[in-house]
């Protein structure tokens, strides 16, 4: 709403206003003040397991085409999920990732265990810089799309149960086995189809090295979709914002009240053992002593 609009809002049953311009400013202000706030903010106290990026178009500009506002989502070790970090990123370029990934690493954000994206050269090759050693995974959802665009009707609905089954499958061994069967037979028959289905397929397997109950929650970047709804719902209404100040201060309110009502993945102990060996084995935290293992699989056991 313009400032115009929330005076108008806000009259007495007289036609008075209750509230004013400068209110309206002063409140709106606040809102910056907190967004500035959550941009600078530490955190090391966030120990993030899943990291997941994407990014929103929008007009930012009074004159001039939208440009993207890049969003990274967090699930940290107890299974919270936190809004990271929301910032202005021009045409999700590869250097625009860095900076956004590296702003955050400034603030204490520590190596993830993964980190999902969508198939946006410049946000993978950003994440392969900044975070080497995570383990990339594509998503399924914008993959499935892709692929499913590139089939007939009457072929697409037993070819993508099978590619599912890939996705599905309870081990990487077995994934990638599945994936041979299906590019096998059908490399000849639906060759736009399969070169899509190999185009970052390891990207794709990945997600398979989670722990089982959470690949539903990394295989995707839905999570960062689902906040997008509302954020959506706000400025489809508005023709253009005035300025990239103001789209920040309505995509931040809107995604931050989002973020409060997430609610949890679940994350037993064990899972948490085996992110432990799976961030040891990634190299991304040191090999324990002896005695930590003992006590690990002590604690695991009982």
């Keep these: 709403m313009s400032t115009r609009d929330v005076e108008d809002a806000f009259r007495d049953v007289t036609g008075e206003l209750v509230i004013s311009r400068t209110a309206v400013s002063e409140i709106t202000d606040q809102l910056w003040e907190q967004y500035e706030t959550f941009t600078s903010r530490d955190l090391s106290g966030v120990p993030v397991e899943y990291l997941l990026c994407d990014g929103i178009y929008e007009s930012l500009r009074r004159h001039g085409a939208k440009e993207a506002v890049l969003v990274a989502w967090g699930v940290d070790t107890e299974g919270r999920k936190h809004l990271l970090h929301l910032a202005v990123g021009n045409k999700e370029s590869e250097a625009c990732w860095v900076e956004f990934f590296r702003h955050m690493v400034t603030r204490g ?6 980190v999902t ?7 993978i090759n950003a994440i392969e ?14 993959r499935l799309a892709n692929i499913r665009a590139k089939l007939a009707d009457d072929t697409a609905p037993q070819v993508i149960a099978e590619i599912r089954a890939i996705r599905d499958a309870p081990t990487l061994d077995a994934a990638r086995a599945q994936a041979d069967q ?3 037979r059908y490399r000849r028959e639906l060759p736009a189809a ?17 722990p089982v109950r959470h690949r539903v929650n990394v295989r995707t970047t839905n999570l960062v979709e689902r906040s997008f709804v509302e ?10 914002l005035l300025d ?3 789209a920040m201060k309505l995509v931040f309110a809107t995604l931050i009240r989002t973020a ?15 992110l432990r060996l799976l961030r040891q084995e990634l190299g991304i935290d040191p090999p324990p002593t002896s005695k930590e293992d003992t006590r690990a699989e002590e604690t695991i056991a009982a």
Excluded at 129 to 142: D, E, G, K, T
């Design 109 to 114: 954000l520590r190596m993830p265990t993964s």
């Design 117 to 123: 994206s969508d198939g946006a050269p410049g946000l």
């Design 129 to 142: 810089s900044v975070f080497p050693q995570s383990i990339r995974v594509r998503c399924w959802f914008h």
């Design 182 to 184: 299906v590019i096998n």
């Design 194 to 210: 399969i070169r899509c289905l190999e185009d970052d397929l390891d990207a794709l397997l990945a997600v398979h090295r989670i």
């Design 231 to 240: 954020e959506r719902r706000r400025t489809k209404v508005i023709p253009r």
């Design 244 to 246: 990239e100040k103001t």
């Design 260 to 274: 409060q009502r997430w609610s949890r993945i679940a994350v037993s102990d064990l899972e948490r053992h085996q």
